[in-house]
T-cell receptor, first 114, second 110 residues
């Protein structure tokens, strides 16, 4: 079974803090994704990566950056956390392949910024 | 990617089949139909996907109409643990991202 793990299930941070959310997948997937999920807004893509050291902006990249130094690990960084970044953050991975996009998700990190 | 339309909510009795419809009338020839579900406070879980033919796996069956404008996800014997939000997505698999709509909240009742 594909396993996608996220470093924390719950996190509380203060405004202005730098926040690191880590995601690790164990299936040698090329593609990795970071989403955030908010009530009424569904899942929105923040960033994705299709290879080591490669990154692409998603729909809402502002206020976030990412790092992918190793194939299995994709980090989401909030340089200076703000209260409007309080959300559920979901990481996903998928195999590279045209025509079929099956993404496997981690359990999510619920971040509260005070 | 084609837009999908799903009912906001549905109920199903435990042990009965749950049939979740999805409309994707603007789907293009290279777009697959994917189904995911999200149990409360967990990450989305992949269920099944298909292009033209009906598909079945250990979790569910997917019935796609011949014109591909709609599909139905079937959970053959729903249990309380199947209570979740079910998302239907039409995607070509070439963009690297999936568009999750609001989905259908399925409530399985004893």
């Amino acid at each position: 079974d594909v396993k996608v793990t996220q470093s924390s299930r719950y996190l509380v941070k203060r405004t202005g803090e730098k926040v690191f959310l880590e995601c690790v997948q164990d299936m040698d997937h090329e593609n990795m994704f970071w989403y955030r999920q908010d009530p009424g807004l569904g899942l929105r893509l923040i960033y994705f990566s299709y290879d080591v050291k490669m990154k692409e902006k998603g729909d809402i990249p502002e206020g976030y950056s990412v790092s992918r130094e190793k194939k299995e690990r994709f980090s989401l960084i909030l340089e200076s956390a703000s209260t409007n970044q309080t959300s559920m953050y979901l990481c996903a991975s998928s195999l590279f392949g045209q025509g079929e996009e099956t993404q496997y998700f981690g359990p999510g990190t619920r971040l509260l910024v005070l | 990617d084609a837009k999908t339309t799903q009912p906001t909510s549905m109920d199903c009795a435990e042990g009965r089949a749950a049939n979740l419809p999805c409309n994707h009338s603007t789907i293009s020839g290279n777009e697959y139909v994917y189904w995911y579900r999200q149990i409360h406070s967990q990450g989305p879980q992949y269920i099944i996907h298909g292009l033209k033919n009906n598909e079945t796996n250990e979790m569910a069956s997917l019935i796609i109409t011949e014109d591909r404008k709609s599909s139905t996800l079937i959970l053959p014997h729903a249990t309380l643990r199947d209570t979740a939000v079910y998302y239907c997505i039409a995607d070509s698999g070439n963009t690297g991202k999936l568009i999750f709509g609001q989905g259908t909240t399925l409530q399985v009742k004893p």
